[in-house]
Every structure is written in structure tokens, then in C-alpha cells.
């Protein structure tokens, strides 16, 4: 009599009555992907644009534009990236909190992406952050949580997802690894795919900055994968430790200062950064890379960003120096008439705003000191409080003290000799030709002693304050300076569109501790260099000796 065979493990586990449990979130999962897909194939690639710099016959310079995402950021494909791995690995699920890292940029796609898929999104940044990623970013439906400390950001970001039950994108560990740098419309594969058609295909070099690593790990990834000659430069700003951390041969450098050149350098070495797949790096210093950004502003017709700038300079001396084959014949003399070139662009008239600035004739970031009148806070503004005590000049030159004390202690000059004397010291002391002592009251802002070339502006002129930048200098309560207005926000200054004056350092006048107006120095040219501890430490003690020479001497 026959009897069942008893089935195995591998009978029961095929059984039709024994299925696995559905996947509950495959078909959001499913959509997801879709959505991101379906994005990409409705965007264009980004441009490829050729720079001819006439001195450099036979030299071929381009520059990829990824600021013609959708985003308008250069992180567009990275934050792409980003959610399709988090997603694909089973960490964003429907309505799942989204917490990101970052300077700004990356922010800036992610909240687009977010926005595409119904997530919530969060952006953990500097609070120095500017006004414009902000704006984008909450225009895309993203909320900004800001940290006091960059190197807060990674902690606070962890805390903040578990908070929230959500998910940190960490785009500065899961960059290298996000991005499919075999291919999958990278960076590396759209640069070399629209260079094809060129004359030299492959070039001899990349140079780019470092912000995650992620994009030189891509780009050094995919040059070995394709068996290419091309080498990969990276380039480091002042103030990040990617390049000490490679010259130092370790990984556990940091600093607590931050980036000027906002996007790129980071206090610490990222995991996302692999130096193995660079040939070669170097820092480029802030003046340098704000300088060359303006030479591109104008040769490519496009707003200049800083990391463009880092990117030029000294990274296109090196490559080519390094450079052999067809191109060896730069090798002696590219740095010359590179420069040569470069000067031309710098030095070369432009019909309505004079000359470019030279190299160190940077942007100065839009600044209010402190109240104290120190960067470091380190002193106060204070001043004996009665009117017949002999006042003595506060300032860490005794050169200065002394000179500016001798216009306080002479009694043969009048008022208003004495404040055109100091007006004079100011103008040789800052290079700004137009000086002025104002008085504001009521929103008037009159002037009192000017000193400009030609005498165009006369005491007893009067405008509304608030199209001077003086309203700002008096809301600050301290001194306010800046060396190029039009590579910033406040071009939209009232003060701008009115007087076109591109550099400007004032600070407010107290007479018997009141406000009374202020002493500023400002011209419609960019200053060559930046103001320095020194020079606000000159505008404070000037408006001092200002506010003791109006409120103790006879009017005359």
C-alpha cells in the first residue's frame, strides 16, 4: 500500500498557499522612480562653453554649466542622485521626513526633488547662508534649520531626522557612492560625450573644486573606467582641509573656520572624497578666485560664481605646466602669457564702469562690524563722558593716535577744519576719494564737511536717507564697509541705483553718546583689497575724533 511521500523544505516553501508578504511600499516605491525619471527626460543636458583666450593660440579652455538645471544649482544631479539610492534601498518610504546637510546648493535640488514627491524636506545650514538659497530653497516647499557652527551641521542634521522619524540624505558620505559613475547621465559621461565633436576629445585635464568629493570621485572614477589619458585636478579653497589633509598624507584635519567661496570646502575631509583617483591638487587663495570669476563674468557673458573663479587661475597654470604631448610647447611659458591674458581681460576698459579690478581688488563680503567696532569683539566703543575732558584717540598705531590727536588738540583750527582734516586723513588712509561728515535727523541726511574730486558735493546738500548707505551704517550702530557693491545683494540698494558708488566704509558719530550722524569714505570705483582690522579700527577712531570735534569746539 502506497503512502505520501512527506513533503521537504523545498515543497513548503513552493507551495501556492505559502506566498511572501507583499513589499507595502513597492508601488509608491515604483512611482517614485517614475517621477524622477520622468524629470530628467524633460530636462536638457547642460552646456559645454568654449573660452578663447587670444594669447593662448592652440590653448582649449571650457566650462560645464551646471547652473542651467531646472534648480538653477549645481547640485542637481547629486540631490537626483541622492534620493534615487536612499529611495532604491528601502530608507525614504511615502511621506518619509527628508534631512539634508548643506551649504545651500545641494538644498536647493533636493527641496525640487522633495517637492516631486510629496516628502517633507528639511535643510540643516549655516546661518550665514544667503538670502537667495534660502528663498529657493522654501520656494520649493522646504523648511531651513540653521546652526551658529558649520562643522555643527552633520550632528544636528542626525538629530533633527531622528526627531522627525525621517531620513538624512548625508550627501557628503553617500555622494561617491550615489552617483553611478559608469554612466547614467553623470557629469563625467555628459562632459566627455559633448567633447567628442572637438578638436583634442579627450583632454589633458579637469580641474574642479572639492564640496562633497563626490563629483571628483565620479570624474576620476569614470577617466579610469574609460581608459582615458586625461588627469583630474581638484582644487581647495582658504579655510577647507582637503588639500592639508592630502599634503599631510591623513584623514583627521579639521578646522572651525568657513568657506568665503560659499559651496565648496568643508572643515573636514569628507567620506565621500576619494584622493586616491586625483592626480593633482592645490589651494587656490579667495583674492585669486574672486578676481578670475570676474574676468569670466565678462568673457562668457554669464554671472560670475566665486568656484569658477577658484577654478581658472592658478589651476590652469598648473595643468598646463604639467601638461605633455600636443600640449608640451605651454609647458615652458604658460604661466606668463597665461597671466599676460589674464591681465589683458583684468586691465582692459569697460565703457561704463572703468577698468577691471586687479587680482587682489576683490569683494569684500557686505560686512557690519560688530558695535564694538572690532571683528573679534575684542573692545568697546567707549569715550570719557564729559564734554572738558581732554579726549585721547583709542588705536593700535601710535603713528595714527598721534596724528589723528594733533587735529584734536589744535586750537588754531576751527570745526570745520578740523573735520576736513580728518575727512583728508581718511582719503589717504582708505584710498576712497569722496569723504564726508554727515548730520541725520528726521530721515535728512545733510552734509556738513565733504572733500570729493572737484568739489561736486557741497556742505548743506541734502538727501533722504535712505538712499544712502548710511541708513545701514547708522542701524548698525558700528562701523560697515565693503570694496565692490555689484557683486552683491546690495546692489539693489537704493543707494547704488542712485550714486553707482561701488566702495564705501563708514561708521555712526556720537555727540554726548547720541547718534548724530556718521563719517564715510566711498568711491564709484572697486577698491583694490579688502578693508582690514587696521583700517576698521581707523573708521571708528576717526568718527570718534569726529564726534569730540562737534561736541566741544566752537563752530567757525
Given at each position: 500500500?502506497?503512502?505520501?511521500?512527506?513533503?521537504?523544505?523545498?515543497?513548503r516553501?513552493?507551495?501556492?498557499?505559502?506566498?511572501?508578504?507583499?513589499?507595502?511600499?513597492?508601488?509608491?516605491?515604483?512611482?517614485?522612480?517614475?517621477?524622477?525619471?520622468?524629470?530628467?527626460?524633460?530636462?536638457?543636458?547642460?552646456?559645454?562653453?568654449?573660452?578663447r583666450?587670444?594669447?593662448?593660440?592652440?590653448?582649449?579652455?571650457?566650462f560645464?554649466?551646471?547652473?542651467?538645471?531646472?534648480?538653477?544649482?549645481?547640485?542637481h544631479?547629486?540631490?537626483?542622485?541622492?534620493?534615487?539610492?536612499?529611495?532604491?534601498?528601502g530608507?525614504?518610504?511615502?511621506g518619509?521626513?527628508v534631512?539634508?546637510?548643506?551649504?545651500?546648493?545641494?538644498a536647493?535640488s533636493?527641496?525640487?526633488?522633495?517637492?516631486?514627491?510629496?516628502?517633507?524636506?528639511?535643510?540643516?545650514m549655516?546661518?550665514?547662508t544667503?538670502?537667495?538659497?534660502?528663498?529657493?530653497?522654501?520656494?520649493?516647499?522646504?523648511?531651513c534649520?540653521?546652526?551658529?557652527?558649520p562643522?555643527a551641521?552633520?550632528?544636528?542634521?542626525?538629530?533633527?531626522?531622528?526627531?522627525?522619524?525621517?531620513?538624512?540624505?548625508?550627501?557628503?558620505?553617500?555622494?561617491?557612492?550615489?552617483?553611478?559613475?559608469?554612466?547614467?547621465?553623470?557629469?563625467?559621461?555628459?562632459?566627455?560625450?559633448?567633447?567628442?565633436?572637438e578638436?583634442?576629445?579627450?583632454?589633458?585635464?579637469?580641474?574642479?573644486?572639492?564640496?562633497?568629493?563626490?563629483?571628483?570621485?565620479?570624474?576620476?572614477?569614470y577617466?579610469?573606467?574609460?581608459?582615458?589619458?586625461?588627469?583630474?585636478?581638484v582644487?581647495?579653497?582658504?579655510?577647507?582641509?582637503?588639500?592639508?589633509?592630502?599634503?599631510?598624507g591623513?584623514?583627521?584635519?579639521?578646522?572651525?573656520?568657513?568657506?568665503?567661496?560659499?559651496?565648496?570646502?568643508?572643515?573636514?575631509?569628507?567620506?565621500?572624497?576619494?584622493?586616491?583617483v586625483?592626480?593633482?591638487?592645490?589651494?587656490?587663495?579667495?583674492?585669486a578666485?574672486?578676481?578670475?570669476?570676474r574676468?569670466l563674468?565678462?568673457?562668457?557673458?554669464?554671472?560670475?560664481?566665486r568656484f569658477?573663479?577658484?577654478?581658472?587661475?592658478?589651476?590652469?597654470?598648473?595643468?598646463?605646466?604639467?601638461?605633455?604631448?600636443?600640449?608640451e610647447?605651454?609647458?615652458?611659458?604658460?604661466?606668463?602669457?597665461?597671466?599676460?591674458?589674464?591681465?589683458?581681460?583684468?586691465?582692459?576698459?569697460?565703457?561704463?564702469?572703468?577698468?577691471?579690478?586687479?587680482?587682489?581688488?576683490?569683494?569684500q563680503?557686505?560686512?557690519?562690524?560688530?558695535?564694538?567696532?572690532?571683528?573679534?569683539?575684542?573692545?568697546?566703543?567707549?569715550?570719557?563722558?564729559?564734554?572738558?575732558?581732554?579726549?585721547?584717540?583709542?588705536?593700535p598705531?601710535?603713528?595714527?593716535?598721534?596724528?589723528?590727536q594733533?587735529?584734536?588738540?589744535d586750537?588754531?583750527?576751527?570745526?570745520s577744519d578740523k573735520?576736513?582734516k580728518?575727512?583728508?586723513?581718511?582719503?589717504?588712509?582708505?584710498?576712497?576719494?569722496?569723504?564726508?561728515?554727515?548730520?541725520?535727523?528726521?530721515?535728512?541726511?545733510?552734509?556738513?564737511?565733504?572733500?570729493?574730486?572737484?568739489g561736486?558735493?557741497?556742505?548743506?546738500?541734502?538727501?533722504?536717507?535712505g538712499?544712502?548707505?548710511?541708513v545701514?551704517?547708522?542701524?548698525s550702530?558700528?562701523?560697515?564697509?565693503?570694496?565692490?557693491?555689484?557683486?552683491?545683494?546690495?546692489r539693489?540698494?537704493?543707494?547704488?541705483?542712485?550714486?553707482?558708488?561701488?566702495?564705501?566704509?563708514?561708521?555712526?558719530?556720537?555727540?554726548r553718546?547720541k547718534?548724530?550722524g556718521?563719517?564715510?569714505?566711498?568711491?564709484p570705483?572697486?577698491?583694490?583689497?579688502?578693508?582690514?582690522?587696521?583700517?576698521?579700527?581707523?573708521?571708528?577712531?576717526?568718527?570718534?575724533?569726529?564726534g569730540?570735534?562737534?561736541?566741544?569746539?566752537?563752530?567757525?
Open positions: 500500500m502506497a503512502t505520501p511521500e512527506r513533503a521537504g523544505p523545498l515543497d516553501a513552493l507551495s501556492p498557499t505559502n506566498d511572501l508578504p507583499a513589499c507595502a511600499d513597492r508601488a509608491w516605491t515604483k512611482s517614485a522612480v517614475c517621477r524622477l525619471e520622468a524629470d530628467v527626460s524633460r530636462s536638457s543636458d547642460t552646456h559645454l562653453i568654449p573660452l583666450v587670444p594669447a593662448l593660440d592652440g590653448l582649449h579652455l571650457y560645464k554649466d551646471e547652473s542651467t538645471h531646472p534648480t538653477g544649482s549645481l547640485k544631479r547629486l540631490a537626483r542622485s541622492l534620493f534615487l539610492f536612499a529611495i532604491c534601498n530608507w525614504i518610504h511615502e518619509t521626513p534631512v539634508e546637510a548643506s551649504s545651500g546648493s545641494t536647493v533636493e527641496a525640487y526633488f522633495a517637492r516631486l514627491l510629496d516628502l517633507p524636506f528639511y535643510a540643516v549655516p546661518a550665514g544667503s538670502p537667495e538659497k534660502v528663498a529657493a530653497i522654501e520656494f520649493y516647499g522646504g523648511r534649520h540653521f546652526v551658529d557652527e562643522a551641521l552633520y550632528d544636528e542634521s542626525r538629530r533633527l531626522a531622528r526627531e522627525l522619524g525621517g531620513h538624512y540624505l548625508d550627501q557628503f558620505t553617500y555622494a561617491e557612492r550615489a552617483t553611478d559613475w559608469r554612466g547614467n547621465n553623470n557629469i563625467a559621461e555628459s562632459m566627455f560625450g559633448q567633447m567628442r565633436l578638436p583634442f576629445p579627450v583632454p589633458s585635464w579637469v580641474v574642479m573644486s572639492a564640496g562633497t568629493g563626490g563629483t571628483s570621485a565620479t570624474i576620476g572614477r577617466i579610469r573606467y574609460r581608459h582615458l589619458d586625461t588627469k583630474l585636478c582644487v581647495d579653497v582658504e579655510n577647507s582641509v582637503f588639500y592639508d589633509n592630502v599634503a599631510a591623513c584623514d583627521d584635519l579639521v578646522t572651525d573656520q568657513g568657506s568665503l567661496i560659499e559651496g565648496i570646502g568643508r572643515p573636514r575631509l569628507e567620506p565621500s572624497f576619494i584622493p586616491t586625483v592626480d593633482h591638487m592645490l589651494k587656490v587663495p579667495d583674492a578666485s574672486l578676481a578670475a570669476m574676468v563674468s565678462a568673457c562668457l557673458r554669464r554671472r560670475g560664481r569658477l573663479g577658484h577654478q581658472l587661475l592658478r589651476p590652469v597654470l598648473d595643468c598646463c605646466a604639467h601638461a605633455g604631448g600636443r600640449r610647447r605651454f609647458a615652458g611659458d604658460a604661466d606668463l602669457r597665461l597671466r599676460r591674458a589674464l591681465r589683458r581681460y583684468l586691465f582692459q576698459q569697460r565703457p561704463d564702469r572703468g577698468p577691471w579690478p586687479r587680482p587682489d581688488a576683490v569683494h563680503p557686505d560686512r557690519h562690524i560688530p558695535r564694538n567696532g572690532h571683528m573679534d569683539g575684542s573692545r568697546r566703543m567707549t569715550r570719557p563722558s564729559g564734554p572738558g575732558d581732554r579726549h585721547t584717540i583709542d588705536h598705531d601710535p603713528n595714527v593716535r598721534a596724528d589723528l594733533s587735529i584734536l588738540d586750537g588754531q583750527l576751527s570745526r573735520l576736513d580728518l575727512l583728508s586723513y581718511g582719503i589717504d588712509a582708505f584710498g576712497l576719494p569722496i569723504g564726508i561728515v554727515s548730520r541725520i535727523e528726521h530721515g535728512t541726511y545733510t552734509v556738513l564737511n565733504a572733500k570729493s574730486p572737484g561736486q558735493i557741497a556742505p548743506g546738500t541734502q538727501f533722504e536717507l538712499i544712502t548707505y548710511c545701514d551704517t547708522i542701524a550702530e558700528g562701523p560697515v564697509a565693503f570694496t565692490h557693491v555689484f557683486d552683491t545683494d546690495r539693489s540698494h537704493p543707494a547704488y541705483k542712485e550714486f553707482k558708488l561701488e566702495s564705501y566704509i563708514g561708521a555712526p558719530v556720537l555727540v553718546g547718534a548724530f556718521t563719517i564715510n569714505f566711498s568711491s570705483d572697486v577698491r583694490p583689497g579688502l578693508f582690514e582690522q587696521p583700517e576698521i579700527d581707523t573708521i571708528r577712531a576717526l568718527a570718534d575724533a569726529a569730540r570735534i562737534l561736541e566741544s569746539a566752537p563752530a567757525g
